[in-house]
């Protein structure tokens, strides 16, 4: 379905994705994990249109899409829940759905998708008139996710979804999760929390410093040493790898 | 008598409204603030006193054109001056808008010389009694009129999806992208609409002051008006500007006329001093 071959993409000089290839098929998901400054959030940026490669080409349905702006990625079907939720704090929570429809023009494709956020995310019913940046957390993510359902993609982009999330609510929403997955949307998810991505995800990748150095199936991955040293974890007490910069 | 002086000083008041409104807008959109606002507006004065001095159009006509030729004017100054320089740092854009506000100024006293044109207006020019308070048509019609187009665009902003898109690009570009918002129209779009607002802001204005190159200098007091009210506040620019109307009407009543000019920016001193964001300002809070 969405297919990278050889991606460059440049932030001014700095070249921060050195030639990613990764392939996601329809109805998996599949999750790139990797420390901060690995490439993983400039992945998603370039697949949405908000950066273009330098180099290397983007297919999703076999047909380029690696030059097309933003606009034309959400018609095609790609939706990108941003990191940080980054939802429209002085628009009410309605407001906010209506923005995630701003690309289509059917009422009753906007009404349906409305219809399917409010069952997946009740909580968000009682709050409509409410401005976004008044919700708490896990309601602010929740409406991220119900933003993007509203242009009715097919695949989903999740940029750290549980970021600065209660484990409890880090639960809620990978659950949400599975459940878009299991109604047929195909998710791309970046994830810190590498434990529980890999335990909803099909396939893994590993991103360091703007490139690929491991791919595997999930079952795999959380079986690979040099993964569970670096990412789960799971190293001798007192020898943990902090992936967050700023840490020792 | 107070009363009449207060009802007059509204409707200078709606003139700084206007100005700080069309400030605020393009300020609330892409944080560029646009020192042309005011010359934008002369230019739309002299456009219609064009049609209907010289080249005898009707009235009506004649003021439509003027709008319509306000609105090309903020799509033609987003187009031209503000989105190659869209990566600038935003002083650069203030300074740009400076350079159009003196060349506008220069044209225009060109093309009509640096007179002062008495201007028409749409309003008869009566005075009618309510009760004790006596008051001018025009005024009547300057406050009406900027009534109705805050309305318009109230529910412009509120209720329409293109109107809500606006809000949400200056909200934050980048989800704004990722909705598949077109940002660049939007900008182009608060453009055309600063236009309208200067372009109706001349026609109300010119009739009362006169039309002349330096009608422009008013924005200097939609800045202050725009101040007043907080910065980047839309409710806060009409309301600050009408205060500021009222204030400079007022002060007069009570003080030296001389006074006129300076209690505006005395008053604006001390409600800064107070509360630096203004009346309805908003502190800059950061988001964890």
């Known amino acids: 379905m969405l297919e990278l071959d050889r991606v460059e993409t440049f932030y001014g000089k700095v070249r921060a994705l050195r030639g990613i290839s990764l392939k996601v098929r329809e109805r998996e998901i599949v999750t790139l994990l990797g420390a901060n400054g690995g490439g993983k959030t400039t992945t998603l940026r370039t697949i949405s249109g908000l950066l273009h490669p330098a180099r290397g080409a983007i297919r999703f349905f076999g047909e380029s899409i690696e030059k097309a702006p933003p606009d034309q990625i959400v018609k095609r079907g790609i939706s990108h829940v941003p990191e940080g939720r980054d939802l429209f704090p002085d628009l009410t929570v309605d407001e906010n759905l209506a923005m995630g429809a701003y690309t289509k023009k059917d009422r009753g494709d906007i009404e349906r998708s409305l219809k399917r956020v409010m069952d997946a995310f009740p909580v968000l019913g009682g709050r409509r008139k409410q401005h976004a940046g008044t919700l708490s957390g896990g309601e602010q993510q929740m409406l991220a996710i119900g933003r993007a359902l509203m242009s009715n993609p097919r695949l989903i982009l999740l940029d750290e979804p549980s970021l600065g999330l209660a484990p409890l609510l880090v639960q809620e929403i990978f659950k949400i999760i599975r459940e878009i997955h299991q109604e047929g949307t195909t998710i791309l998810l970046v994830e810190q929390n590498a434990n529980m991505a890999l335990q909803i995800a099909r396939y893994g990748y590993v991103l360091e410093t703007g490139k690929v150095v491991l791919e595997d199936e999930a079952r795999q991955l959380s079986e690979n040493r040099y993964v569970k040293e670096t990412y789960l974890g799971a190293g001798k007490r007192g020898e943990k790898v902090h992936a967050s910069p700023g840490h020792p | ?288």
């Open chain 2, 1 to 288: 008598m107070l009363l009449q002086v207060i009802l007059s000083g509204m409707a200078t008041g709606c003139i700084y409204s206007l100005m700080a409104l069309g400030l605020a807008l393009i300020y609330k959109s892409t944080e560029h603030v646009n020192f042309a606002q005011g010359d934008m507006s002369m230019i739309s004065g002299f456009i219609a006193f064009t049609f209907f001095q010289l080249l005898r159009f009707p009235l009506v006509p004649s003021l439509l054109i003027a709008l319509l030729f306000s609105v090309g004017l903020g799509l033609l100054m987003e187009r031209l001056l503000v989105r190659p320089a869209i990566t600038a740092p935003h002083f650069n854009i203030f300074i740009i808008t400076l350079g159009a506000s003196i060349v506008m100024q220069s044209l225009a006293g060109l093309l009509w010389s640096y007179d002062q044109f008495p201007f028409p207006t749409l309003f008869p020019n009566r005075t009618i009694s309510m009760g004790t308070v006596r008051v001018n048509t025009v005024n009547l019609g300057i406050m009406g009129v900027t009534a109705l187009l805050m309305l318009f665009l109230y529910l412009f902003f509120k209720y329409t999806k293109v109107g809500t898109a606006m809000r949400a690009v200056s909200q934050s570009q980048n989800a704004a992208l990722l909705m598949g918002i077109n940002v660049k129209r939007s900008f182009a779009l608060t453009w055309a609409i600063s236009g309208l607002i200067s372009g109706t802001a001349a026609l109300l204005i010119a009739p009362v002051i006169f039309l002349s190159t330096r009608m422009g200098l008013v924005v200097i007091n939609g800045f202050a008006a725009a101040i007043l009210g907080g910065w980047g506040s839309i409710p806060g620019a009409v309301f600050g500007g009408i205060g500021l109307g009222i204030l400079e009407n007022v002060a007069p009543y009570y003080f030296p006329s001389q006074i006129r000019n300076i209690i505006p920016f005395a008053v604006l001193v001390i409600v800064l001093v107070i509360k630096p964001t203004g009346m309805m300002g908003e502190e800059r809070r950061k988001r964890v």
